[in-house]
T-cell receptor
Framework: GQQLNQSPQSMFIQEGEDVSMNCTSSSIFNTWLWYKQEPGEGPVLLIALYKAGELTSNGRLTAQFGITRKDSFLNISASIPSDVGIYFCAGHGGSQGNLIFGKGTKLSVKP | DTAVSQTPKYLVTQMGNDKSIKCEQNLGHDTMYWYKQDSKKFLKIMFSYNNKELIINETVPNRFSPKSPDKAHLNLHINSLELGDSAVYFC??????????????FGPGTRLLVL
């Protein structure tokens, strides 16, 4: 079945640093989504990508849908303490099947 | 206004009991889902359901059954609870669009602890 590899598993950074995380798939996806989950809450959508090569920003966040359709990255610029949480990528291969989630990247930001 | 809501937020119960978790969405979406998040934070789909079709993840025990009284609700009923059922359960919903996976919106989660 389809698999998603998300890396890194965790990151410990200083406030103000930029962050980059990525996901790769064993097969082609038509949709890439990036979610953030804060402690005690459900995942919240950050960015949705629907076209290969698409580059989309949401404030300090930027995500791209890879040209090969097998990968996506999320960048966070000038991190702040409230960026702390677990970031999940999720992908979908088409009209059939379910949304597949990566295992998450846990981000810790030191003030 | 809460888009996807779940009750209860916390559920502590004894092994062998039967329990239900409720989910409601006010987004007018056609499709609803249940996910299980384990202690390692891995999110795994359990069910997806719209008014036409229930898709069950084959790894989900048949002690778990979704029940949908109407398009805005998808409840999760669990029979004969086991210790391994302890996890956070998330409900989600999305629009139904042919040929494309629409964005899923998640509820706040129900933290189930089986003793």
């Amino acid at each position: 079945g389809q698999q998603l590899n998300q890396s890194p598993q965790s990151m410990f950074i200083q406030e103000g640093e930029d962050v980059s995380m990525n996901c790769t798939s064993s097969s082609i996806f038509n949709t890439w989504l990036w979610y953030k989950q804060e402690p005690g809450e459900g995942p919240v959508l950050l960015i949705a990508l629907y076209k290969a090569g698409e580059l989309t920003s949401n404030g300090r966040l930027t995500a791209q849908f890879g040209i090969t359709r097998k990968d996506s990255f999320l960048n966070i610029s000038a991190s702040i303490p409230s960026d702390v949480g677990i970031y999940f990528c999720a992908g979908h291969g088409g009209s059939q099947g379910n949304l597949i989630f990566g295992k998450g990247t846990k981000l810790s930001v030191k003030p | 206004d809460t888009a996807v809501s779940q009750t209860p937020k916390y559920l502590v119960t004894q092994m062998g009991n039967d329990k239900s978790i409720k989910c409601e969405q006010n987004l007018g979406h056609d499709t609803m889902y249940w996910y299980k998040q384990d202690s390692k934070k891995f999110l795994k789909i359990m069910f997806s359901y719209n008014n036409k079709e229930l898709i069950i993840n084959e790894t989900v025990p048949n002690r778990f059954s979704p029940k949908s009284p109407d398009k805005a609700h998808l409840n999760l009923h669990i029979n004969s609870l086991e210790l391994g059922d302890s996890a956070v359960y998330f409900c989600a919903s999305s629009r139904q669009t042919s040929g494309r996976q629409e964005t899923q919106y998640f509820g706040p989660g129900t933290r189930l602890l089986v003793l």
